[in-house]
């Protein structure tokens, strides 16, 4: 059967529209389980939200702690003062949805790009859909709503932009990433990832000029333009360069590596702990059969099995970099199906988008159901208990209940989730007095509490129902309240 010229026959249609479908599941399904999920109790959305509207009221950006008993007055960076802005816009316009909303469309964002970079190194259409599935797969943890979110994306963004200027040697596309990194800067502190990449890709140019097989055609003296226009529109943020100092403050924070759950190592305790392991071996494997050496890919590895496997909350950055390593050096099935034009990619992330928004009746997801959600894993009803009653501080509190509390009852908290603002001790010591450690009747921030928010079942909770000191005050499914007893009158 023969057609015109231009005209593409049926088969080919109904393979295309096949392709579309796939790829509109591909980018909705991430976005669908962040809405399955719900992360509204996340500990740290809460201070983000109070910040973002502390800038909106006060039209100025914080530059000294604003929230804790412990720190008032200490120098503080808001280094993600855009994130906040944006979910408290759509906390205040769609409440608990928002929060969600923001997750959902970032995963999308994120899948599409995480595509993108695939699709333009690997010609099999179904080898760019496995490795792209399970990217997104492996970091399914970090499904969360947090401003790392914009980190996973921007890296995607410029791994592809990378990727591809490497093979043609074309600035073009290069143009764009100083702005990348303007906006970068504003959102995240991980920017500083995006500019290790970018001097990996600098070094191996530099090879370039000894070694003539080194697969780059980049030359080093424009790469190192765009390198120094990156770091420079770094600068364009309200704290200049101390967003440096803030970076390294975090970097060289070794002691909270052992005490927040999210920067531990993976403990293989899921399933997506073992595909970003898969993922890391299939990586090697590749770069190990290569025809020949690969200096940008081989330490693109190299950084990303040291930030991944150092702490779960980086795991994206080996996922990522095996995506693009495992589609640039498999060569796949000729005869494989090939992807569809680029041009339709923005109809399909709309159209998935379509099918998210979908998700939100499908499951039941509103501001009344994510409210019960909120009360279940968070002091709600505590707070209210507190604010009806005109309790005052000083408060004491967990670490992980600190964000919410800054939000919700306005008092200087005891800590939170800001790790390099408290730093190290205090956050040990915060811990082992909340897992009634021998020395925990002697915590003065405990001892000079007016005010204890405690989660139910804390070691310290139980201890605390006996002390004569401390007097239960309130008590529901989540939380207790105590005020210290007064002293006898002399």
């Known amino acids: ?19 579309a479908c796939v790829l509109i599941f591909l980018y909705a399904v991430p976005a669908l389980v962040c809405i399955y999920n719900a992360h509204v109790s996340d ?34 960076a808001a280094y993600s003062w855009l994130f906040d802005l944006l979910t408290f816009q759509l906390f205040s316009h769609l409440g608990l949805a928002g929060i969600v909303t923001y997750t959902a469309g970032m995963l999308l964002l994120i899948t599409a790009a995480i595509h993108h970079l695939v699709r333009r190194l690997q010609f099999d259409f179904t080898l760019g859909i496995v490795f792209t599935y399970a990217a997104c797969f492996s970091f399914g943890h970090l499904y969360t709503p947090r401003p790392w979110l914009f980190t996973l994306l921007f890296f995607a963004l410029e791994l592809d932009i990378l990727m591809q200027a490497r093979r043609t040697g074309r600035l073009r596309e290069l143009a764009w990433l100083p702005l990348l990194f303007a906006l970068w800067a504003n959102l995240h502190i991980q920017f500083i990832d995006g500019l290790i990449i970018l001097a990996l890709a600098l070094a191996e140019s530099l090879l370039a000029l000894k070694q003539s ?36 403050q975090l970097a060289s924070q070794s002691g909270v590596l052992n005490t927040v759950t999210e920067l531990q190592a993976m403990p293989f305790r899921d399933l997506s702990d073992y595909v970003l392991l898969i993922l890391t071996l299939a990586s090697a494997a590749a770069l190990a059969r290569a025809r020949r050496f ?34 640039s050096t498999l060569p796949g099935s000729r005869k494989a199906p090939q992807h569809l034009p680029t041009a339709v990619t923005p109809l399909l992330i709309v159209l998935a988008a379509l099918a998210a928004a979908l998700g939100f009746p499908a499951m039941h997801r509103n501001n009344a159901t994510l409210s019960t959600q909120l009360a279940a894993d968070l002091p709600v009803q505590a707070v209210e208990a507190a604010k009806a009653r005109d309790y005052t501080g000083p408060l004491f509190n967990t670490y992980n209940w600190g964000g919410y ?57 139980q201890l605390l129902r006996l002390d004569p000191r401390f007097n239960l005050t309130y008590q529901d499914k989540t939380a207790a309240l105590f005020l210290p007893r007064k002293p006898p009158p002399q």
């Open 43 to 76: 500990p740290d959305i809460w201070w983000h939200l109070r910040t973002g509207q502390w800038i909106q009221q006060h039209h100025a950006m914080p530059h000294t702690d604003l929230y804790s008993s412990t720190n008032a007055g200490k120098p503080w």
């Open 1 to 19: 059967m023969s057609t015109s010229p231009g005209q593409p026959s049926t088969p080919i249609r109904a393979h295309q529209l096949a392709q």
């Open 294 to 327: 690969l200096p940008f890919e081989t330490a693109l590895f190299i950084f990303a099995v040291i930030v991944s496997f150092r702490s779960q909350r980086d795991v994206w950055v080996m996922a990522i970099a095996a995506a693009a390593i495992l589609s």
């Open 405 to 461: 509390l800054i939000w919700s009852l306005r008092l200087p908290v005891a800590i939170d989730g800001r790790a390099a603002l408290y730093g190290d001790q205090a956050i040990d010591r915060s811990r082992n007095t909340w897992n009634a450690q021998p020395d925990w009747a002697t915590d003065p921030q405990l001892l000079s509490a007016g005010l204890i928010i405690a989660p139910l079942k804390s070691p310290l909770t």
């Open 213 to 248: 097989k080194t697969p780059t055609l980049l030359r080093p003296r424009p790469l190192a333009a765009i390198f120094l226009a990156c770091v420079l529109a770094t600068l364009a943020n309200p704290y200049g360069w101390h967003l440096y100092q803030v970076a390294f």
